[in-house]
């Protein structure tokens, strides 16, 4: 039986969104996400404008990998910007879905917690199918539940630092008290072990950029992360062994081996 999920009604069999920023060239690119089995691209209209002439190679090579697009308002520091952005995004890639970016501090792109809840509902309000980017907060989690979010990514620490789930914890806490949600960890993974950390801790996908086009081998990398994702929800849908404080013997020892003898 296929795995699949469901984000604002269109179904997926592949848990992974992926990034078209950073590589190294538009082939590159391509070969990547086409390797990852990814079915979403994030896309930005502030880096790479299908207007500008520096971004028309890109946007071909996207356009040629027949995806779903979910387009970001990165760079954003406030609700105007962000709800403006979205709009254009809106006309310029004809989609309803957007992730909402509210940057609210430049040192670690931590996003505006009050910023992104208002600007979520002003989007939702003119249409949006919105996707935020939030950090691991519970409680502004529920907030922009109850505003409409029908999906959420929080982060498993900041953008770009590779660093992985910092409070595997918070992520936790969010999954089992918002259970019925897509939760999407968004920002901060590294590497394909960082993936199925996550899926197993029952996060519905994964959001990735830097790790992979960054890497040396992006193709590869790609590849990796596809099965990390794969197996971290086959992990969870398994169940896994509870920890334990003290040892417990894999083979127990009920009276006498059959091999003794006498």
Request: aromatic share 6%.
């Amino acid at each position: 039986m296929t795995d699949t999920w469901t984000l604002y009604g269109q179904t997926f069999s592949n848990r992974l969104l992926i990034g078209s920023a950073l590589y190294p060239s538009p082939q590159v690119m391509s070969e990547a996400i086409e390797a990852s089995g990814s079915e979403i691209i994030t896309v930005g209209l502030r880096r790479q404008s299908p207007e500008e002439a520096g971004g028309q190679s890109l946007w071909t090579h996207i356009q040629k990998l027949n995806k779903t697009l979910l387009p970001n308002t990165a760079g954003c520091h406030s609700v105007k910007e962000a709800v403006t952005l979205a709009q254009m995004s809106r006309e310029m890639f004809e989609t309803d879905w957007i992730k909402l970016e509210v940057v609210g501090d430049d040192y670690n792109l931590q996003p505006d917690p009050i910023g992104t809840i208002e600007a979520a509902e002003k989007l939702i309000n003119l249409g949006f199918k919105v996707f935020p980017y939030c950090t691991d907060d519970l409680v502004i989690c529920q907030r922009l539940r109850d505003v409409g979010c029908e999906v959420l990514m929080p982060w498993g620490s900041p953008i770009g630092t590779g660093r992985g789930l910092m409070n595997p914890y918070n992520l936790q806490t969010i999954r089992e008290r918002l259970p019925d949600i897509p939760l999407i960890v968004d920002a901060g993974i590294g590497k394909p072990s960082h993936a199925v950390m996550a899926l197993e801790l029952g996060y519905d996908g994964i959001l990735l950029n830097t790790a992979v086009a960054q890497a040396t081998d992006p193709v590869r990398m790609a590849k990796a992360f596809r099965d990390a994702i794969a197996a971290g929800r086959q992990g969870y849908l398994a169940g896994a062994m509870p920890e334990r404080q003290t040892a417990s013997p894999s083979t127990p020892t009920l009276g006498m081996p059959f091999w003794h003898q006498q």
